[in-house]
């Protein structure tokens, strides 16, 4: 069985800084995981991408976070991270993980993230 665990979510003002992280256990080896992604839903919103990240690295990012925020993963500790910088208030959310292998896909329970203005 495969979960994943999000923490870092908390609130924060706005013009500052938070770091998610989602880690990944159970029976899933690291090269099996091919992208890894964050996903956020704001109440009354559809769910919408983030930022993801392949095995190899590339990386890709919504138009509204772009510059802003970081999206990074530790194949070692089969773990992927969002550095979120220069918060705003729109940013507020729920923020989930996902994973996808050749055959699956897997998601966290979700992160509060709230950015008072």
């Known amino acids: 069985q495969v979960q994943l665990v999000e923490s870092g979510g908390g609130l924060v003002q706005a013009g500052g800084s938070l770091r998610l992280s989602c880690a990944v256990s159970g029976s899933i080896f690291s090269f099996n995981i091919n992208v890894m992604e964050w996903y956020r839903q704001a109440p009354g919103k559809q769910r919408e991408l983030v930022a993801g990240i392949t095995r190899g690295g590339s990386t890709n990012y919504a138009d509204t976070v772009k510059g802003r925020f970081t999206i990074s993963r530790d194949n070692v500790k089969r773990t992927v991270y969002l550095q979120m910088n220069s918060l705003k208030p729109e940013d507020t959310a729920v923020y989930y993980c996902?994973?996808?292998?050749?055959?699956?896909?897997?998601w966290g329970q979700g992160t509060q993230v709230t950015v008072s203005s």
């Open positions: 996902r994973i996808t292998t050749d055959t699956s896909v897997y």
